[in-house]
């Protein structure tokens, strides 16, 4: 396997439009959740999410916005940041060798509330004559592909939460392997509409209302945590193959040196020890690195009463006596759950916090919980902390588990 760095990140996130202000906000624990104020809030039980300040005409000509559901809004975008942030050179050769491969959950859910609301709600057949390819969750990858002329495979990877762990690990076997020189990988998600909310709400995942503050209303493995809050945005990430980053003088982030994909047969939405544990461990493996390697893990911590005690269980079956000494952070509780998008955004966070020798808070932990007994760096950045690798977990409805280890830059 060739070696392969991340030479560019642009995110379009709850917390910040630019990568260091996204996490600036993370390491300062400055929480993006908050009540909803559109006009169907009101019919919402727990009217929370992490929304994205953004104003599309900024960004797109009239003619072709009216072509682009919100999520491909923000994939277009947070691709263009990425892009100029890795000023990677392009030659027509370089554009045939280069791919796609991004993540998202639910696709144009946008588009498709908007369709069926005309068509049913308003017994209307007048709908819109751009919804197939506005609502359709390959749209974000192909405009993307479509405005930089990239010739390289172009793939969509629909795996619920961890959708874009998925994107970027394919991607990275691709360049490993030599079928590729670049590629754009991340995921976008905007999910909050009326009909997305009410769904999640009815699954019973979504968390409560702080009473104290809305803001801290997500709490990743404390023992008062009571469900996952949505978020919107996207994260996309410049993969490049080491010598050509090196050879052309590229300001190197990180690299992506391992990729475990396993699936839980047992429940659709719940859950298992075995198959996350088996996640981490094809990761460890494809980065051909031992557990006592891993400085620092970026958690799934999505805050439901499930998740954070099996992934707790999971990080102790692979890493044992060393577990409790390994720093996890989970900044879900400040972004939000961005779905297809998380992984993307949390591996961008991840790598900034290698470079700054930071380890991210997971911030509202105030109750200790017996079953997730783990040094989760509660409430506050703990600096000076030196991180060469760490890992990334992403966990899914559907029983997709991702995991992605990540070395720093010398």
């Not at 002329?149 to 490993?176: D, M, R």
């Not at 760096?377 to 760490?390: C, D, K, L, Q, W």
Request: glycine fraction near 10%; aromatic fraction near 6%; include cysteine.
């Amino acid at each position: 396997m060739r070696r392969v760095a991340v030479t560019g990140v642009g995110v379009v996130s709850p917390l910040g439009h630019d990568a260091e202000e996204a996490f600036d906000a993370a390491r300062a624990g400055r929480s993006a959740i908050h009540r909803l104020d559109l006009p169907f809030a009101q019919r919402l039980v727990t009217p929370l999410a992490a929304t994205v300040q953004f104003n599309a005409a900024e960004h797109f000509e009239p003619p072709k916005l009216r072509m682009l559901d919100r999520v491909s809004q923000f994939a277009l975008v947070a691709a263009r940041r990425a892009l100029a942030d890795a000023n990677a050179g392009f030659s027509a050769a370089d554009r045939t060798r280069t791919g796609v491969f991004l993540g998202t959950g639910m696709g144009g859910i946008n588009t498709l509330d908007g369709g069926y609301q005309t068509l049913y709600g308003e017994a209307s057949d007048r709908i819109k004559p751009f919804m197939i390819f506005m609502g359709m969750h390959n749209a974000p990858a192909a405009w993307i592909g479509i405005e930089h002329c990239f010739g390289g495979p172009n793939l969509t990877y629909s795996t619920a939460c961890s959708s874009s762990a998925v994107a970027i690990g394919e991607a990275w076997q691709k360049l490993g392997r030599g079928d590729l020189e670049l590629a754009v990988a991340g995921g976008a998600e905007a999910p909050l509409t009326l009909g997305s909310l009410k769904a999640w709400e009815a699954l019973r995942t979504v968390a409560s209302i702080d009473a104290d503050d809305p803001a801290t209303s997500c709490k990743p493995f404390s023992k008062n945590r009571s469900g996952m809050v949505l978020g919107e945005g996207a994260a996309v990430v410049v993969l490049e193959t080491w010598d050509r980053a090196v050879a052309r003088g590229a300001s190197i982030y990180g690299e992506v040196v391992g990729y475990g994909l396993t699936t839980d047969t047992g429940h659709i939405t719940q859950p298992s020890v075995a198959g996350q544990a088996a996640a981490i461990r094809a990761a460890l493996d494809s980065a051909a690195i031992d557990v006592s390697a891993i400085d620092a893990i970026n958690a799934h911590g999505t805050g439901t009463r499930a998740n954070d005690s099996v992934e707790t269980a999971a990080i102790k079956a692979v890493f044992g006596d060393r577990a409790p000494r390994i720093p996890i952070s989970a900044t879900k509780a400040v972004h939000g759950h961005l779905l297809g998008a998380s992984a993307a955004l949390e591996l961008v966070l991840s790598l900034l916090a290698m470079r700054h020798s930071v380890a991210l808070p997971t911030m509202h932990l105030r109750v200790a919980d017996p079953e997730c007994d783990l040094d989760y760096v509660p409430n506050v950045a703990r600096e000076g902390v030196a991180i060469r690798t760490m890992l990334s977990n992403s966990f899914a409805f559907g029983g997709t588990n991702a995991v992605l280890a990540l070395r720093a830059a010398p």
